[in-house]
């Protein structure tokens, strides 16, 4: 499903929604665009509308029947138990005739805000909005059969099929409208836009499939878990109308396979997820495919990892040319550094002469002190060789350098 827009999903609407425009067009135009003669001139000036009126009609009827009761039983026309069955009847009549009005009412005030604000969803069943629009007309009325019940009837309009008869006697079978939901974009996308994402805004943190720390959001398989989560919540908020609107209103799927799929009930998809009825497996397919195009993988590299590439690349490139780096974050120290030596020189006197020994000693690792030796040697006095006599000599002692220092001065 591509990002919902109300004026291009209007230029896609099937055949079947364009008749229900037309049809909601003519309704609107009946209720909505009277002309001022045509206001004086209505059988039913009332501003309570035909519905009230026959609510008031049929309670007349209601109390005549009841207060016919009384005289009967006043003038012994009837048993005890008859007068009481039959006032229990009564009762029954009354409270249906307050429900059928209450909710009838609900449902006309509820479709024609509907109607005036183009908020109608063409999920809506028609063989519903053409019995609500029947009743409005005052075509379909209240009234009572012969065992004194409270009904509906009368004929409607279905906009594809034509003429068909309502005969409603549960009031809670009055139909409900069905509106459009908002564009299901503005639900899904904040969501899709924090998948991966920590507390600060960033890519979450975790190691990818080389051992190396990235910060990454993720293939969009990885949050399936949260997604379905977060499908399953959307279509339990939207509620049964607002799946309806979705499957009419957003995918443009006909009347007679939103109709199949909402009575396919208890149903089990492919997975072995279930669903309260297909509709609802069918809507949470469709919005995982509009997640899943939505979803933009966000990917950085860590710190750590640029630095290790670095060096890792510095080391390729030295070894390529024959050189030793010193060691670096991340590498095998052992590998990477040079085994370094340091030469120390001690002159001494022996019975054959001056003499000067060199011991070598391995300073691999020895830590480069922080402050600069004088490399200078300390000369010592010494006494000079006189024509062809070796005059006595004191011992030459150098000050004991450090490896470090060797290093810098010979390297």
Request: proline share 6%; no cysteine; hydrophobic share 35%.
């Amino acid at each position: 499903m591509q990002q919902y827009n109300p004026r291009e999903a209007a230029k896609k609407n099937n055949p079947e929604q364009k008749i229900i425009t037309a049809a909601r067009n003519v309704e609107y135009d009946r209720k909505f665009k009277k002309s001022a003669e045509d206001k004086l001139d209505q059988d039913n000036p009332t501003p309570q509308g035909d519905f009230k009126v026959q609510t008031q009609a049929i309670a007349r009827q209601i109390v005549e029947g009841a207060n016919a009761l009384v005289n009967k039983k006043k003038k012994g026309d009837i048993s005890n138990a008859d007068f009481a069955a039959d006032m229990a009847m009564v009762d029954q009549m009354v409270d249906n005739l307050g429900n059928f009005a209450k909710n009838t009412e609900s449902a006309l005030a509820a479709y024609n805000d509907g109607l005036l604000n183009g908020s109608l969803s063409y999920g809506m069943d028609q063989h519903d909005e053409a019995t609500l629009r029947a009743i409005d007309k005052g075509e379909v009325k209240l009234a009572l059969d012969k065992e004194g019940r409270v009904k509906m009837e009368g004929k409607a309009v279905h906009p594809f099929k034509g003429n068909f008869d309502v005969n409603i006697y549960d009031f809670i079978n009055i139909p409900k409208v069905v509106n459009k939901i908002p564009p299901i974009n503005l639900l899904l996308d904040p969501h899709i836009e924090g998948l991966g994402i920590d507390e600060n805004g960033m890519p979450k943190y975790r190691i990818d499939e080389n051992g190396q720390p990235v910060y990454d959001t993720g293939a969009f398989e990885d949050h399936r878990a949260d997604i379905l989560k977060f499908t399953q919540e959307t279509l339990s908020a939207l509620g049964p109308d607002g799946v309806r609107s979705y499957l009419a209103d957003h995918m443009n799927l006909p009347q007679n396979e939103v109709k199949r799929l909402v009575e396919n009930i208890n149903y089990t998809d492919e997975i072995g997820d279930s669903w309260n009825n297909e509709a609802e497996s069918e809507a949470n397919m469709s919005i995982i495919d509009y997640m899943g195009n939505r979803y933009q993988r966000k990917k950085r590299p860590h710190p750590d990892t640029i630095a290790l590439n670095a060096a890792n690349e510095a080391a390729n490139i030295a070894s390529g040319k024959g050189v030793n780096l010193p060691s670096q974050p991340g590498f095998d120290a052992q590998k990477a550094q040079p085994n370094i030596q340091a030469q120390e020189t001690e002159v001494m006197e022996t019975p054959q002469g001056v003499v000067a020994e060199t011991s070598i000693e391995d300073v691999t690792n020895i830590p480069v002190p922080r402050k600069s030796v004088d490399l200078t040697p300390v000369q010592q006095p010494v006494e000079e060789v006189i024509s062809d006599q070796t005059v006595e000599t004191t011992p030459i002692k150098m000050k004991a350098l450090s490896a470090a220092d060797l290093i810098k001065k010979y390297s």
